[in-house]
């Protein structure tokens, strides 16, 4: 099992909340992070609005969520003010929580080659550990998913 570096778990990152906030104040029993490349786009605000509305199942399960993209923390907060979200969106504006968990890879995109965030999600414990992660996430189906993965927890 990896554990994050407490450096990385102990690092103030804005929320859409107006707060700066560490994840290990985010997390209760169990925390899930998920990463999306940018607001506003299409399959990250099908993500972002599942994960939102299933919230309160992840909180009746010990489980706290909170998107994660390189987006700006205006752009953040205009994100979740459209679409009403429930949960926090951090801006990882300075890339720390995107280089600790590797989500950054090549991406190519209309025959150009890029870096971005490669949609990701991690579930974690209340000390950092990652219980499980899911990499090149497709959005269908993938809130559902990781609900069962935390409620066999």
Known sequence: MVKLDNKIWQHENSLTNGTAQPL????????VVFF???????GCTTESN????RLGEFQAAGCEV?????DSLKKQQNFKTKYEM???LIADTDE??????DVIKEKKMYGKTFMGIERSTFLL???????HDWRKVKV??????VLTQVKAL
């Open 24 to 31: 290990s104040a985010l997390c209760d029993q169990y925390l």
């Open 36 to 42: 999306y490349p940018r607001a506003n786009t299409p």
């Open 50 to 53: 599942e994960f939102s509305a």
């Open 66 to 70: 909170v998107g994660v993209s390189m």
């Open 86 to 88: 429930s949960l926090e």
């Open 96 to 101: 720390v929580l995107c280089q600790a968990f």
């Open 125 to 131: 414990d209340r000390q950092g550990a990652v219980l």
């Open 140 to 145: 269908p189906g993938h809130v559902d998913e």
